[in-house]
């Protein structure tokens, strides 16, 4: 049962455009989530956070949204640059007895940055 | 400062070999993660050592096995490969454990197994 889902497998917009990546969720004990970008041959790399207490977090080009009733969360790239074309990946944690964590991951969504 | 180094970048392998992956933790990293990445499954946690200890475990069978060394650095094993066992494996490592004061994790360019 996938917990983290990233509906669109495939995103193309346009250079300058704003790209929206989503990620819905199932555990409402999650309260950490994650985007990831990755280039091909290259491992991720970690793009921006949000804790469950916020609802938005901004980083330059890059906004991520939480949607807590809905178990939604997304991400804003404005403006879109062809540098940003990579596979996005949304990831989620709870806190588990001990204090244990683990990072529960989508499958990914392919953003294609036309010039 | 480096990154996360993960070695050897390819591996081919036959079924019911062993092999050793190795994955170099950035300089002050105590936590070590590994996953399994396949198109179908996306990023599949294997396990995660900090401080020489197995901290947390994902839901992969015994054959899948790792270790932690004093100076942060870490193997997975594999034993009896199957031809499943064919992914991207990736390390990743943070300061403390995953999700600690919101650290995010580093992760390494991976190594491409391939099991024939």
């Known amino acids: 049962d996938q917990q983290v889902k990233q509906n669109s497998p495939s995103l193309s917009v346009q250079e300058g455009r704003i790209s929206i990546l989503n990620c819905d969720y199932t555990?409402?004990?999650?309260?950490?989530f994650l985007w990831y970008k990755k280039y091909p041959a290259e491992g991720p790399t970690f793009l921006i956070s949000?804790?469950?207490i916020k609802d938005k977090n901004e980083d330059g080009r890059f906004t991520v949204f939480l949607n807590k009733s809905a178990k939604h969360l997304s991400l804003h790239i404005v403006p879109s640059q062809p540098g940003d074309s990579a596979v996005y990946f949304c990831?989620?944690?709870?806190?588990?007895?001990?204090?244990?964590?683990?990072?529960?991951w989508g499958l990914g969504t392919s953003l294609a940055v036309n010039p | 400062k480096a990154g996360v180094t993960q070695t050897p970048r390819y591996l081919i392998k036959t079924r019911g070999q062993q092999v050793t992956l190795s994955c170099s933790p950035i300089?002050?990293?105590?936590?070590v993660s590994w996953y399994q990445q396949t198109p179908g499954q996306g990023l599949q946690f294997l396990f995660e050592?900090?401080?020489?200890?197995?901290?947390n475990k994902g839901n992969f069978p015994g054959r899948f096995s790792g270790r932690q060394f004093s100076n942060s650095r870490s193997e997975m094993n594999v034993s009896t490969l199957e031809l499943g066992d064919s992914a991207l494996y990736l390390c990743?490592?943070?300061?403390?454990?995953?999700?600690?004061?919101?650290?995010?994790?580093?992760f390494g360019d991976g190594t491409r197994l391939s099991i024939l």
């Open positions: 990743a490592s943070s300061l403390g454990l995953v999700g600690s004061n919101n650290q995010p994790q580093h």
């Open positions: 050592y900090f401080s020489e200890t197995q901290r």
């Open positions: 949000i804790s469950s």
């Open positions: 555990n409402s004990m999650f309260d950490y």
């Open positions: 300089s002050g990293h105590r936590s």
């Open positions: 990831a989620a944690s709870a806190s588990h007895a001990g204090n244990n964590r683990k990072l529960i």
